[in-house]
């Protein structure tokens, strides 16, 4: 019973990561933040269903709670305070709630990148399979390495932007940026669905 569970848990994040995949697509553009609240809200009833069954998936259900916290606060927040600054500051504010949004948006990233984490090392350690357990291993530092490479990217776009490059080329790089970083992250996403899926199906046969 606690494989065919915890298989039926790795399907729904299996779902709620192709919801996630699905809303990065520039067609689907009105609906990004229906599917993104669909995702994580199924994320979140998958880890709580699995944490029942392992001790391990507890962890990533206290960070994805903390990561649907900051989603719903940093929203509200954010509309706050762009209302109150520009009342204070005038244009200052647009600055600030643009530090602001850019530094709640790097938490979010982190704290997704820790449930990821939590969730390959956790299934890993369940499954029989060496090469899915691998495989595995192998998405978590994936993702890592692209989330790392996204925040440099967006890092050096920002500082060039800074020291006054040209417009033209400037948009132009962040052209290019955006969509090397969609290509990676679509990449890592794809490979963590693989696992997922493979995970669901070793769980489910042991039953």
């Known amino acids: 019973m606690k494989n065919a569970a915890l298989s039926r848990a790795l399907k729904w994040l299996f779902i709620a990561q192709l919801l996630s995949i699905v809303a990065m697509l520039p067609l689907v553009y009105n609906l990004r933040s229906l599917l993104g609240a669909a995702a994580g809200l199924m994320t979140l009833a998958a880890l709580v269903r699995a944490a029942r069954e392992e001790s391990g998936y507890r962890t990533a259900l206290v960070l994805c709670v903390a990561n649907l916290v900051l989603g719903a606060l940093s929203s509200v927040l954010l509309r706050w305070f762009i209302y109150f600054l520009i009342r204070m500051l005038g244009t200052w504010a647009v600055q600030i709630v643009g530090a602001l949004s850019a530094l709640l948006s790097i938490a ?24 899915v357990a691998a495989r595995g291993i192998r998405a978590w530092r994936i993702n890592l390495i692209c989330t790392v490479a996204v ?57």
């Open 108 to 131: 979010g990233m982190v704290l997704g990148l820790l449930i990821l984490r939590q969730v390959c090392l956790t299934t890993a350690g369940l499954v029989d399979d060496p090469a």
């Open 151 to 207: 925040l440099l990217l967006t890092a050096a776009v920002s500082a060039l932007l800074r020291i006054g490059l040209d417009m033209e080329k400037l948009l132009g790089l962040s052209t290019a940026v955006t969509l090397l970083s969609a290509v990676a992250q679509l990449a890592a996403r794809v490979l963590y669905l693989h696992f997922l899926w493979q995970s669901a199906r070793c769980l489910s046969a042991r039953d």
